[in-house]
């Protein structure tokens, strides 16, 4: 599924959520044991498959859906969701569209949805389920207790994954304020983004799909990724080349045994020199970034001047004072955070796992 398919989908998956009046009609639908084939949404194209049925036109709500989904045919909504515009209607695709669906409604569906380019949802009377039809793809819509469970065991994943990320971040540190980082290392710290980047995205579609149910698991989701995105930009930045920035998103279509590759990894994210074992400088925007309590721009303009984060630490007091917007009570401040990032690089260990 591609990116622009898989947006239109968590778009129309929020529309059927729990807590919206549509997934409650859907719900009472599969309760009452009846069928249903509902259209989301009217064009010119909709209109060319549509015959016979009646014409509503009411305000869309649960109890009208449940009543109307016992008349035999489909039912059709506005563009927003918003109305019920006609019902008891025949929908007739050409036969020709292909569809791997045997069912009846759910054929019907599948072409419907493919020929018009709109998107159609099904209830089964018989296996008590709603599937949304949309681009060729058939998505069933799970009860919010499964996708709990799904959602929970994604977070403990992803919990687990922010960890090993927190481990290789640190490790990274250690290196830097020793001058000793090699194309590797920045390697996985990169993949470990990655990784949490992926299942953050899982994550984030199952809440979608839960609606105003997920609000607990949102806020769990929040936590755990927070400052990973201040963490990625700050390493694009530091090992980037002259004016470009790492290529992060390089790594967006490589499959997950592809990631354990460091070579791969560092030549998707554009990293120079390509060999691993090769010595990069730290520019220092991750270190300056953990200090916080600096004056706005003066992070960038310290690192602008002096290059890289070695120069940075070994810099004078005057050196430092010939930047813009640095005065004493900033230089204390950038010198006791430096002073304590490096202590606490030194009593951590660099075995840490990668």
């Known amino acids: ?21 549509l997934r409650d009609g859907l719900d009472r639908i599969v309760h009452g044991r009846t069928g249903a084939l509902v259209v989301l949404g009217r064009s010119a194209e909709v209109d060319a498959v549509v015959t016979g049925g009646f014409r509503i036109d009411a305000p869309l709500t649960a109890t009208a859906l449940r009543e109307l989904a016992k008349m035999d045919g489909a039912i059709l909504l506005d563009s927003d969701l918003t109305r019920i515009t006609h019902a008891g209607v025949h929908l007739m695709p050409d036969g020709t569209t292909p569809t791997r669906e045997t069912g009846t409604r759910h054929r019907t569906a599948d072409q419907v949805a493919r020929q018009t380019g709109v998107p159609v949802v099904t209830v089964s009377a018989s296996m008590s389920s709603i599937a949304l039809f949309l681009d060729g793809y058939r998505h069933p819509l799970q009860r919010p207790e499964q996708l709990l469970s799904r959602a929970n065991q994604a977070l403990a994943t992803l919990s ?8 290789a971040a640190n490790r990274l540190s250690s ?41 607990l698991v949102e806020l769990q989701l929040q936590e755990l990724l927070a400052g990973v995105a201040e963490t990625a930009d700050a390493l694009a930045r530091d090992y980037g080349t002259g004016e470009s920035t790492l290529q992060l998103s390089g790594l967006a279509d490589l499959a997950s045994d592809e990631l354990l590759d460091a070579a791969l990894v560092a030549r998707r994210i554009q990293l120079v020199p390509g060999t691993l074992d090769a010595r990069l400088p730290a520019r220092g925007h991750r270190q300056l970034a953990q200090i916080g309590r600096l004056p706005t721009g003066v992070a960038d303009r310290l690192v602008d001047h002096f290059g890289s984060l070695q120069s940075l630490l070994g810099a004078s007091t005057a050196d430092l004072m010939s930047i813009d917007g640095v005065d004493y009570a900033v230089v204390r401040v950038l010198r006791d955070g430096l002073a304590r990032l490096t202590e606490t690089t030194y009593t951590e260990r660099l075995d840490l796992p990668s």
């Open 160 to 167: 687990r994954y922010r960890d090993r990320l927190t481990e």
């Open 175 to 215: 290196l830097e304020v020793q001058d000793a980082v090699t194309v590797e290392d920045v390697a996985v710290v990169a993949r470990r983004l990655e990784l949490v980047h992926r299942l953050s995205e899982e994550t984030s579609d199952i809440l979608v799909e839960l609606g105003t149910e997920g609000r």
């Open 1 to 21: 599924m591609d990116r622009a398919t898989r947006q239109r989908l968590r778009a129309h998956l929020a529309l059927v959520s729990p807590g919206t009046d």
